[in-house]
């Protein structure tokens, strides 16, 4: 029977939302309408040795250049790094916190969603 309505499995209706998950659910909007740029990867401090014989990096003890601030992120499978200034890293430094947050609400959201239809759907506990 090709285009039939989906049936639930039991056939009964589902039970309406929790008032509490209708609640969450409108926190979780808007948070995430308040959300500004969202840079994705992480940032991590990095001293260098350079290829320069005789220079202070391969002294002993030896004194690094940095930090730099390495910005690393997938892009296609592949990790692509590209060094930030201690001031770009300020100035951008929002936009890569609100991209964490922005992954923490999509995770909750997902769970979220998914309580709420195993709920409505009696689906039990998978
Ligand atoms: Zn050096």
């Known amino acids: 029977m090709p285009n039939e309505p989906t049936q639930t499995t039991s056939g009964k209706r589902p ?4 008032p509490e998950h209708q609640r969450r ?7 995430l309408a308040a959300l500004g740029f969202c840079l994705p990867g ?4 990095r001293h260098i ?9 391969h002294a002993d003890p030896p004194k690094l250049h940095g930090p730099y ?4 992120r997938k892009v296609n499978q592949k990790t692509v790094t ?3 200034t201690p001031e770009q890293a300020r100035r951008y430094g929002p936009w890569f916190q609100d991209n964490r947050r922005l992954r923490q609400l999509t995770s909750e959201l997902h769970a979220l969603s998914l309580n709420a239809a195993a709920e409505a759907e ?5």
């Open 42 to 45: 992480s940032l991590a401090e």
């Open 82 to 84: 590209r060094n930030l």
């Open 15 to 18: 039970a309406p939302i929790a």
């Open 69 to 72: 601030i390495a910005w690393t």
């Open 49 to 57: 040795r350079c290829p320069r014989p005789g220079c202070h990096c």
């Open 25 to 31: 659910l409108g926190e979780i909007l808007t948070e």
């Open 122 to 126: 009696e689906w039990g506990e998978k």
